[in-house]
């Protein structure tokens, strides 16, 4: 059976901590980002099934610094 992924994009450590706890009790593959320039060096290793992304990061828009 295929393990899903998720990457997850916040610069908020309380939400990657407690998305993390919640996926944990599931079968899924989790990488985490707390900046744009982070993401982009995950996404350049692994394609995720899903991305959850901070559309308002504190130092760069999520949108325009990943998408």
Known sequence: ???HS???VDDDSLIINTL???FAT???ELFTANT???AKSIL???VPDIVILDLLLTKEDGSTGIL
């Open 20 to 22: 993390s706890k919640r």
């Open 36 to 38: 744009p320039e982070e």
């Open 44 to 46: 350049d290793k692994v």
């Open 1 to 3: 059976m295929h393990k």
């Open 6 to 8: 998720i990457l997850m």
């Open 26 to 28: 599931r079968e899924i």
